[in-house]
């Protein structure tokens, strides 16, 4: 590849992710953006894996699937001039940590608002962690088809409750039954909404100028309902303004109807258009721009036993520089190795495939032995570890009781294995042979278990422990550190990846250590490093 023609590549790339609470409809916006990039046979597969997120034993049954739910963790597909990497991250409020992590190897985010509920819980905590690293944010308000709330108040909620300032780019003409189309406000144009469309990439009638009198004709008194609206909107909201968007202060904002399939095409041109191509990104030493000709990643995401025949772990790796070319050998930084990297996994089109390359924006699957772990750098030679992948202090722990004592090894392996894939934390304290599970959502626990008896065929049940939260340690005086270690062993533990943690028994207990020990940092986040 030319420089040049690496340039354009990089350029077409679109990676992001789609935000929202459950059932504002990102499961039905993800088949549609499939459809149009067409890789329309893969829109069934998405369905199929949503029932999961409510009851434990259909997510299970789904899960067990594995090489649906690989696949559609990362989509790559066509659209127009562009490459879309879409990144999936899981529905389930408990699964939150996996999607924070996918949310650092994105350029943007999608946010999905249903039109009656407006933003909801789930969105405002998935949008604080967007504002981390101020990720630029397109908004698609869906469900026009149906009874919703007023779109000028969606609007202002918008912007009081998030933060953010509205740019609407198109506004819908009515809504529920008398819902008629959209009104793009940058064309200038009106396409309306014709229910027929179905799973079908079909539009409806074109319409130039809010004068045009076939609007009159095809809206009645509508027509003059939306001139009027227009002139309002118009006064009161911001222009689209794409500074302001790409530093995360603005949202240009869609209507539609995702399971209409209506709005979808005007939110992907937009992508196509305004969206950001793959970024620069921080590292603990310096910025690295995708233009760079070494190839550099980090991994964001592993998923252990995707296909249980060969009992394959998938690490996930964004590529942020160079380009990736078939069995290139790269830098593990962390364990300071070079390693051969002859069968990488692409994912166009949903479909797994064995990359030849791949380029910044990027996401490659590589072959895990268990020698890597969420958040490491790989590199052509240089020593850079990129920063701002998180592993959160869980807020949930359990003691883990093995029903069969000759299966501990099984155990161990499988704890080992299932922490570095992120399903949980593991801790093993200094003192005693206890193993605590730490998680975020309790829903972990049972994934947990039923995991390790169905790929590692080891019975494993819990029992409560006093702990209440976990911090990460560390202390510039090793002296300090030691003594720390020594009195406070009670209560210290070595994580997945064996870095020391305070396990607090109480809330109480953990602010009195931390005023004893002002020597020592507790850490609520913690990054490789
Ligand atoms: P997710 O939980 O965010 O992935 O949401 P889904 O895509 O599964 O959608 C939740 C529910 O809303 C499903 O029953 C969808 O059929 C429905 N839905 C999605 N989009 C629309 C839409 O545009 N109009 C209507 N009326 N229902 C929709």
Known sequence: MS??????????????????????????????????GGAIQLAGTVKSRKAARYATSDWMELEKQRGISVTSSVMQFPYKNSIINL????????????????????????????????????????MEVCRLRNTPILTFINKLDREGRDPIELLDEIEQVLQIRCAPVTWPIGMGKRFKGIFHLNRNSIHLFSPTHG???????????????????????????????????????HPFDKEAFLGGEQTPVFFGSAMNNFGVEELLDVYEDYAPPPQARETVTRRVAPEEPKFSGFVFKIQANMDPQHRDRIAFLRVCSGSYQKGMKLRHVRLGR???????LTFMAGEREQAETACPGDIIGLHNHGTIQIGDTFTQGEDLQFTGIPHFAPEL???????????????????????????????????????????VGVLQFDVVAHRLKHEYGVDCGYENVQVV???????????????????????????????????APTRVNLDLTMERWPEVTFHAIREHA
């Not at 992001?16 to 499961?27: E, L, V, Y």
């Not at 940590?97 to 996918?102: H, K, Q």
């Not at 005086?477 to 020594?486: I, N, S």
Request: charged share 30%.
């Open 338 to 344: 070079e390693v051969q990297i002859a069968n990488a």
């Open 199 to 237: 799973g079908k990439v079909k539009s409806g009638e074109q319409i130039q100028g809010l004068d045009n009198p076939r609007l009159d004709e095809l809206l009645d008194g509508q027509a003059e309902e939306l001139r009027e609206e227009i002139e309002l909107v118009k006064g009161a909201s």
């Open 87 to 126: 990144l999936d991250t899981p529905g389930h409020a408990d699964f939150s940590e996996d999607t924070y992590r996918t949310l650092t190897a994105v350029d943007s985010a999608l946010m999905v608002i249903d039109s009656a509920k407006g933003v909801e819980e789930r969105t405002i905590k998935l």
């Open 469 to 503: 939260t976990a911090r990460w340690v560390s202390c510039d005086d090793p002296k300090r550190l030691e003594e720390f270690r020594t009195k406070a062993a009670a209560q210290l533990a070595l994580d997945g990846a064996g870095d020391l943690t305070y396990l």
């Open 3 to 36: 420089p040049a023609e690496f340039a354009r590549e990089i350029e077409k790339r679109r990676t992001f992710a789609i935000i929202s609470h459950p059932d504002a409809g990102k499961t039905t916006l993800t088949e549609k953006l499939l459809l149009f």
């Open 397 to 439: 722990f359990r003691r883990v009781r093995l029903k069969d004592p000759l299966r501990m090894k099984a155990l161990l392996k499988g704890l080992q294995q299932l922490s570095e894939e992120g399903a949980t934390q593991l801790f093993r304290p200094l003192v005693g042979n206890d193993l605590i599970l730490g998680a």
